[in-house]
């Protein structure tokens, strides 16, 4: 594991296609061996324990909506709105920061993105009312927002020849958080008899996550502080556009699944306890192929890994519109749930896409805070014209139509290109 940031060789610089050749030894202030291997190991546990909670937030309430509801009295309009919060905040929490990482540095901003996260969870938890809820909930989803966009400059920065590898665990510890909090929130509301601390108790593992960081010292006392340059212009590289019709693509049909598929499948006719059971397992599947994706992503390149993953979506579509509710309904699941396994692939695509953290900063920041603002409006579309033709057949096309712009897309962000190229930046700074 490296300890600091390589600047990334010039174009035509020799090296692996999808791995430019680092600096010099010389030119890194190596810390001895012993200790610069505990710190890797420590800023690698650092980056696994912040993904656990990145979703934690999102989907703690998803699973006691109904007893959240009763005890804040809550109407069915603002439980809509706290279900698009999520995506509200990472598309604006996440476009601020680049801004607060040139300012702060990476390792402060996730940090205090954690330490406020705890806050606004057990905040949040004891609300008096829906609107104080709704305030802390945001600060509650601060370091799903800003870790989104922190975690690859992270990556980029200190393990430049082990993108793949630490895309792989911090995207599956994410699933595995996500999953967890789904499935254990209703238990333990159930078990103390208060939703309250069901949804509080998720402060912990934040709180956790957070000592890593304090303890982590990387090779010089400036390094882990030091601020990421900024990459100006980023608006006009199409390389930028591209990632950000692929990540909103990609979420929007994730979105739309995770809002949809149980009411889909009680309309055909499976019972409301299978249906939820077959959107467990899509969720299920993601977390094994996780980890998977970002290595073949590396070894393989992106491109094959890509086309594996989407030729699964068209059979589970056509699946699922003609014949959900069957008996092959899982599989169904199992395909769409490799399919949105492109989802790790795209975050192992922010730092193979650019030279410098500068690059992967940029880069991630603008796809993922419109690619948000784009996937918000998935599900809402679905709703609006479900409830206008009353047909799902509607809706199943406009699944088609993302699929149809997630390969375009896909095959555009999986050739290779360096986005400090297409700005003229080769020479970006840290």
């Known amino acids: ?16 296609a999808e791995h430019p050749v680092p600096p010099p030894a010389a030119a890194i202030a190596d810390p001895p061996p012993g200790r610069a291997a505990a710190f890797g190991w ?20 998803g699973a006691i909506l109904a007893e959240l509801r009763t005890g804040l009295g809550m109407s069915e309009t603002v439980a809509g709105l706290l279900t698009t919060l999520p995506v509200l905040a990472f598309a604006g929490l996440g476009a601020l920061a680049p801004r607060l990482a040139r300012r702060f540095g990476p390792r402060p901003l996730l940090t205090g993105a954690l330490a406020v996260m705890s806050a606004g969870l057990v905040a949040r938890a004891y609300a008096p009312n829906t609107a104080v809820f709704l305030l802390f909930s945001l600060f509650a989803l601060a370091a799903g927002a800003i870790g989104n966009v922190a975690v ?32 254990a929130t209703a238990p333990i509301e159930h078990l103390a008899g208060d939703w309250r601390l069901a949804l509080a108790v998720w402060a912990l593992p934040a709180l956790i996550a957070v000592v890593p960081w304090l303890l982590w010292r990387p090779a010089s006392a400036a390094s882990g502080t030091a601020p990421v340059a900024h990459l100006p212009g980023v608006g006009r590289s199409r390389l930028a556009w591209t990632m950000l019709v692929i990540f909103g ?44 994706v970002p290595i073949l992503t590396v070894r393989w390149g992106p491109r094959p890994t890509f086309l594996v993953l989407a030729a699964c ?66 599900p809402l579309a679905v709703g609006w014209v479900y409830g206008l033709t009353g047909s799902w057949s509607v809706p199943f096309g406009f699944i088609a139509v993302l699929t149809v712009v997630l390969f375009v897309s896909g095959l555009a962000v999986t050739r290779e290109r360096y986005i400090e190229d297409e700005l003229g930046q080769q020479k970006s700074g840290q």
């Open 1 to 16: 594991m490296t300890t600091d940031a390589p600047a990334g060789p010039p174009a035509g610089a020799l090296g692996d």
């Open 152 to 183: 690859p400059v992270i990556v980029k920065r200190y393990f430049p020849d082990r993108i793949g590898v630490m895309t792989t665990a911090y995207s599956t510890t994410l699933a595995v958080g996500t999953a967890v909090a789904a499935a």
């Open 313 to 378: 979506y068209p059979p589970a579509i056509a699946g699922l519109w003609l014949a959900g509710g069957g008996p092959l309904t899982w599989l169904w699941m199992v395909l769409f749930g490799i399919g949105t396994s492109v989802f790790p692939l795209i975050l192992t695509l922010f730092g193979l896409r650019a030279r410098t953290p500068a690059g992967t900063s940029a880069l991630s920041s603008f796809a993922q805070s419109g690619g948000y603002l784009l996937a918000g409006s998935g």
């Open 42 to 61: 420590m800023l690698a546990a650092g980056v696994v324990l912040a993904a656990f909670n990145f979703r934690t937030a999102v989907t703690s309430v």
């Open 249 to 292: 693509a990609q979420s929007a049909i994730a979105y739309i699944l995770m809002g949809w598929t149980t009411t889909i499948l009680t309309a055909d006719g499976m019972s409301a306890a299978a249906a939820g059971s077959m959107l467990g397992l899509l969720t299920l599947v993601q977390i094994p192929v996780s980890v998977v």
